[in-house]
């Protein structure tokens, strides 16, 4: 979508550490999501990164006993490595893949309207 927005492809590659830096610092992946700053929150809803992490961490860890665990010394339960990554309440597995395919079908809507400008101002 981006490479799709600018003319030159210089500026097209010095823009997108810009915006795909942030959405991976604040997907859940890099930084826990209980300590991500509340005016930084906003980034992990619009980053596929974040529903495809969750989605893969609670299908890990859901519902399932943690391996190599002493259950007398601490909490075996999948469930409490998903609130030590603070995934806990998160959305099921199901909605993270249809907001992946909407984020998909957005992002290549995005990619077209900005071709067909690019294209039309190119014309005139």
């Known amino acids: 979508m981006v490479a799709s927005a600018f003319k030159e ?9 810009l915006i795909l830096l942030p959405i991976l610092l604040f997907s ?10 509340v005016y930084f929150n906003w980034i992990k809803y619009i980053s596929p990164v ?3 992490f969750t989605g893969m961490v609670e299908n890990e860890f ?3 006993t943690l391996p190599n665990c002493d259950p007398s010394q601490e909490n075996c339960q999948g469930s409490s490595a998903l609130e030590q990554l603070g995934l806990a309440h998160e959305l099921p597995i199901g909605v ?7 984020i998909y079908v957005v992002l290549i ?3 077209y309207l900005a071709l067909f400008t ?3 101002k190119r014309r005139k």
Not at 28 to 37: C, H, S, Y
Request: net charge positive.
């Open 9 to 17: 492809l210089p500026t097209a590659l010095a823009v997108l550490p």
């Open 109 to 111: 809507a995005m990619a």
């Open 118 to 120: 690019l294209v039309r």
């Open 28 to 37: 859940g992946l890099f930084v826990n999501n209980k300590t991500i700053p």
């Open 96 to 102: 993270n893949i249809i907001l992946l395919l909407v």
């Open 62 to 64: 859901g519902g399932t």
């Open 50 to 52: 974040k529903y495809a």
